[in-house]
């Protein structure tokens, strides 16, 4: 079985390597390296951001198989997606790196780092006092494998640790919030509010003006899921009117983050490039190979993405 | 029985308000607010960092409550100490404090918020590679309360972890070394080095040349017990060879830390001004009270000071 490989040029021959290495009887390809002829014998793509014309072009594929967690990017405007099954890696060390991200988030407010960080630039000596994790009421926005991971280790360190998602989960030790009647009491309660959601038609821009109004005065938000489900401009203004005490954001409308951008320089905001679950290579090449096998023996691979709920 | 309250000034009111609530049947008295011939008549002293004519003034204590869980400051030069009982505070919820910023010391260089931070000053986007929290070796020295519990943290993190100590000590999941024996192969397996000891003769200077050329290259140390326990020179040799990757930093020789000092502007270090455990006015207000009522109907109270050991 012929399997095009599309990735950002900085990664993709480690991927095309690895997995070549891990099913040596598969036949892998870079893409854009496909001569028009070859595209038709094309029969699954491995991709991460992969332009439309791989779509077009590759008009025989049985699988697509995405090099992460998330998925929205199969969904933008101007890619026709053929109707086979799309897996997605679902990775218990991805999920732990998000939980360790979200926990370093919050403690970078909690101990006062992001306050303590300017004062050593301007060589000033004042304690703050920092809330006892205990008395710390920590949100979670999704609760899919990220959100579930975070929320289990925020638990682990003895916050207040409430989950919301669409449908009703229950964790234990987390106070359960659902679907839309759990959305304003959810947000009362979250001193920290940290988004893992998946992009979809209905989270876009849920981190705007009328959620960060039902925030408690002072909240921080996280932002780990994608750039799209903040409204940049609501942020600022939150911010700058002392509504929100301050946010991390590692996903950005657009990536990398121009240098114009008003983020960049904001007191109260941590920036990180896209880096809160980077995929693991190791894990991701075993679980595609798999799922390519099963294509190739004509069976259904798991982790697979629902397109109408879009994730 | 008259107690006398010595505290730096921003705290003294609300120790003597909150002892005075705690305790009412005893009667508590600000230093300096001490006339000579009341002096004589005092039985305890609370303090922290009382001046050496407190100790001169007051011949009859029979008792001295440290308002911390460091008691250097008692054996500074120039103070003669009566041979009476001494009290320090053991606070669970101060254990805690210190755990958790240890957990956000390391997680500040581990997920490179020290690099992000300057970056996003110099609007980069660069991704780093953090290490997975298995894979990442810490180690405590000291394991007081402090120590256990910070030690007890990191594990449920799912860090690597040992721990040194003056005598063997066993907790789960930690690797334990002791003693000069167990120095040089402790040293080896720290990523991360959090010093919590006890300031003593034997622990002056501990982080110094020596035990930096014997971590790994590009280990980050973390100093949260005393300052004296740092050799600050070295710690910049050790930095500005890359032999250090980083250092966070709580505790100083001179504090507040003065406004030449050569760490403020160092790229390499995080400091805090003394925050990493805040004392805990209610739990240590109620520990105080419980040691002042049994010193005063001839008992022997809890949590005492070795003289010999000087912790």
Redesign the interface.
Known sequence: MQVVVSAPAEVSERWRDGLAQAAPELDFVLWPEVADGDAEAIEAAVVWNAPPELYARCRHLKCICVLGAGTDQLFAPGIELPEVPIVRIVDP?MA??MA??V??AI??F????HD??R???E?V??????R??HRVRVGVMGLGAMGRASAK?LV???YDVAGWSRSPRRLPGVEGFAGEDGWPPFLARCDYLACLLPLTAETRGLLGVETFARLPEGAVVINAGRGAHLVEADLLAALDAGRLRGAVLDVFET???P?EHPF??HPR???????AS?TNLETGVVQIAAALRTVRDGGVPVNLVDRARGY
């Open positions: 060390v732990l790196r360790s991200y926990l370093a403690l970078h909690q101990r006062d780092f303590y960080v004062q050593q630039r060589r000596w004042r304690k703050h006092r920092s006892d994790s280790l682990t360190n003895g990536e990398p983050l240098p960049w320089d905001i941590l920036l990180t490039p896209h880096v980077i």
